[in-house]
């Protein structure tokens, strides 16, 4: 069954460094999305890119972040420089489509730890 | 804006016990409603998918409802076994402005059923 897959696993980053997280979507699928979840936290949106271009973001996606498709399989989560507080469990997401006749399918996450 | 509350926060059963786990949501102009399975340190597992439009969808022991108007959905687990131990997560996806697309979660349920 095909999958979103999501790497790395871990990224353990010092504090005022870039990261890249990297996703590969389900192939057939059009939209993806960027969700956190800080520890014991609820899952949160970050943002949702459709057709080359950010169609959602949240009041947590400032200038810090930023999202590329770089190629036709990878999407990718970028934070310029990063915080304590970006700490958290990254997760990727597709879809096939937009509506109610879609669900959202999330990889395993990436674990990033800002020390 | 759309809240999504989980009640209970963590339920602890016997093994065989059918269980109900909820949900409800602020906002009724939804698209549709996943419930997924979060074990812990991974990723999300989609469990099922209502449409607004639907009223239950069921998938082996596992029966969702959906109430759009009271703004409620349960998630009933029918002969529950150790493996289904895990958290359960309740996310709608609105209906309304420019919000195509995004989900709110709830916190989750902690199940935790022992032998």
């Known amino acids: 069954e095909p999958e979103v897959t999501q790497t790395p696993s871990h990224q353990v980053t010092q504090m005022g460094q870039e990261v890249i997280l990297r996703c590969v979507p389900i192939?057939?699928?059009?939209?993806f999305y960027w969700y956190r979840q800080i520890l014991g936290q609820k899952v949160e949106f970050l943002v949702s890119?459709?057709?080359?271009?950010?169609?959602?973001k949240s009041e947590i996606f400032d200038d810090q972040f930023s999202v590329e498709r770089p190629d036709g399989s990878n999407f990718t989560l970028k934070i310029r420089s990063t915080k304590l507080e970006d700490s958290a469990m990254y997760f990727c997401?597709?879809?096939?489509?937009?509506?109610?006749?879609?669900?959202?399918?999330f990889g395993p996450g990436t674990r990033l730890t800002v020390t | 804006k759309q809240e999504v509350t989980q009640i209970p926060a963590a339920l602890s059963v016997p093994e065989g016990e059918n269980l109900v786990l909820n949900c409800s949501f602020t906002?009724?102009?939804?698209?549709?409603l996943q419930w997924f399975r979060q074990d812990p340190g991974k990723g999300l597992t989609s469990l099922l998918l209502?449409?607004?439009?639907?009223r239950e969808q069921t998938s082996g022991r596992l029966n969702a409802s959906l109430d759009k108007s009271s703004g409620r959905s349960t998630l009933y687990i029918a002969a529950s076994q150790p493996g289904d131990s895990a958290t359960y997560l309740c996310?709608?996806?609105?209906?309304?402005?420019?919000?195509?697309?995004?989900?709110?979660f709830g916190r989750g349920t902690q199940l935790t059923v022992w032998p």
């Open positions: 996310a709608v996806s609105p209906h309304r402005g420019s919000t195509l697309g995004r989900l709110y």
């Open positions: 209502i449409q607004s439009s639907q």
């Open positions: 906002d009724s102009a939804i698209y549709n």
């Open positions: 890119f459709y057709n080359n271009e950010i169609s959602e």
């Open positions: 192939s057939n699928h059009l939209y």
């Open positions: 997401a597709s879809s096939e489509g937009q509506g109610a006749f879609y669900e959202q399918y």
